[in-house]
């Protein structure tokens, strides 16, 4: 019930980087024959050297320690959002819908950064590769394609996406491979109650010696109150592990109150403990959180769209 297992829920998409390469062929040309050049002084100054246009630059969705998002890039992502949701399109998203698909994005940017940072390289081959590798998943080339085209990418837009999902996917491996197997956890047993008062009766009968584990099977008859083996950072009332963390193996808590009710806890054994295949997901879950906080917090971001 308590423990961090909430995750966000993803569409049916890549979140993406762009690196495309430009071959430009620049072709010469001549004059044959003679040609009598006009007085410099009959050319005009103001023409003689025509300014061109400069090129109107793109519009932007925002700018991730330099790396531009395109605004186009992030309309498209809406609109596949859209296609997920079912909503009807992205005009009707919320502010903060729209925001949430913003972060989406800056946080693969900011994924795929660190990745590079921290060493990540796919040379051509290796892509080429792993695009040969999607091609037999989806069943083939064609239906790759049709997949493509039904999700609002060119072929362009999706070898980038593709570029930055494997980057941002490295990183997120790297990150969870920092939370250990095994650590100090606690195996706390509570009576948890909605009344102040009979909890107050209960800790009293606790202090004059009543035994925790019989109290404990009254008023939860199906556990016992076990709560079983728990780490730090893994259940959502924190009050709950401030205080169980804070007591050796036989020692019983004050009243802890939270929304829930009134806890009293006991910790049963404590010490370095393999981690649950479900605490250590969500200790996961947690440490990429907490790397992309800190990781905004020291990074330039400008946001020019909302």
Same mark, same amino acid.
């Given at each position: 019930?308590?423990?961090?297992?909430?995750?966000?829920?993803?569409?049916?998409?890549?979140?993406?980087?762009?690196?495309?390469?430009?071959?430009?062929?620049?072709?010469?040309?001549?004059?044959?024959?003679?040609?009598? #050049?006009?007085?410099?002084?009959?050319?005009?100054?103001?023409?003689?050297?025509?300014?061109?246009?400069?090129?109107?630059? @793109?519009?932007?969705?925002?700018?991730?320690?330099?790396?531009?998002?395109?605004?186009?890039?992030?309309?498209?992502?809406?609109?596949?959002?859209?296609?997920?949701?079912?909503?009807?399109?992205? !005009?009707?998203?919320?502010?903060?819908?729209?925001?949430?698909?913003?972060? *989406?994005?800056?946080?693969?940017?900011?994924?795929?950064?660190?990745?590079?940072?921290?060493?990540?390289?796919? !040379?051509?081959?290796?892509?080429?590769?792993?695009?040969?590798?999607?091609?037999?998943?989806?069943?083939?080339?064609?239906?790759?394609?049709?997949?493509?085209?039904?999700?609002?990418?060119?072929?362009?837009?999706?070898?980038?996406?593709?570029?930055?999902?494997?980057?941002?996917?490295? @990183?997120?491996?790297?990150?969870?491979?920092?939370? #250990?197997?095994?650590?100090?956890?606690?195996?706390?047993?509570?009576?948890?109650?909605?009344?102040?008062?009979?909890?107050?009766?209960?800790?009293?009968?606790?202090?004059?010696?009543?035994?925790?584990?019989?109290?404990?099977?009254?008023?939860?008859?199906?556990?016992?109150?076990?709560?079983?083996?728990?780490?730090?950072?893994?259940?959502?009332?924190?009050?709950?592990?401030?205080?169980?963390?804070?007591?050796?193996?036989? *020692?019983?808590?004050?009243?802890?109150?939270?929304?829930?009710?009134?806890?009293?806890? *006991?910790?049963?054994?404590?010490?370095?403990?393999?981690?649950?295949?479900?605490?250590?997901?969500?200790?996961?879950?947690?440490?990429? !959180?907490?790397?992309?906080? @800190?990781?905004? *917090?020291?990074?330039?971001?400008?946001?020019?769209?909302?």
């Amino acid at each position: 019930m308590w423990s961090n297992n909430s995750s966000k829920n993803k569409y049916l998409s890549l979140q993406f980087l762009l690196v495309v390469v430009f071959a430009i062929g620049i072709a010469g040309c001549s004059n044959s024959g003679r040609v009598t #050049p006009s007085p410099v002084s009959e050319v005009p100054a103001e023409i003689s050297t025509p300014l061109l246009p400069s090129p109107t630059p @793109e519009p932007l969705a925002a700018v991730v320690n330099g790396e531009k998002l395109l605004l186009t890039d992030f309309e498209a992502e809406l609109q596949r959002y859209v296609l997920a949701q079912g909503e009807e399109s992205p !005009q009707s998203l919320t502010e903060d819908q729209q925001m949430a698909v913003l972060n *989406e994005m800056i946080d693969e940017i900011l994924l795929s950064q660190g990745a590079v940072e921290d060493g990540f390289e796919m !040379q051509d081959t290796e892509f080429q590769q792993r695009l040969t590798e999607l091609e037999a998943s989806a069943g083939g080339a064609e239906q790759l394609n049709s997949w493509i085209g039904q999700h609002g990418y060119t072929q362009e837009t999706f070898e980038a996406s593709l570029r930055l999902s494997i980057a941002a996917a490295w @990183e997120r491996d790297n990150i969870i491979e920092q939370v #250990p197997e095994s650590m100090e956890q606690v195996h706390v047993r509570q009576i948890l109650v909605t009344d102040e008062d009979l909890a107050k009766d209960i800790l009293g009968n606790l202090k004059s010696g009543a035994d925790f584990a019989t109290l404990a099977l009254t008023y939860d008859p199906l556990t016992g109150g076990d709560l079983g083996w728990f780490p730090k950072g893994f259940i959502l009332l924190p009050e709950v592990e401030e205080a169980a963390f804070a007591l050796q193996p036989g *020692e019983f808590s004050e009243i802890v109150p939270t929304a829930y009710g009134f806890h009293i806890l *006991e910790v049963v054994e404590r010490g370095e403990e393999p981690l649950q295949p479900e605490a250590r997901k969500a200790l996961q879950r947690q440490r990429i !959180q907490d790397w992309l906080k @800190e990781r905004r *917090e020291q990074s330039q971001i400008e946001i020019d769209i909302l």
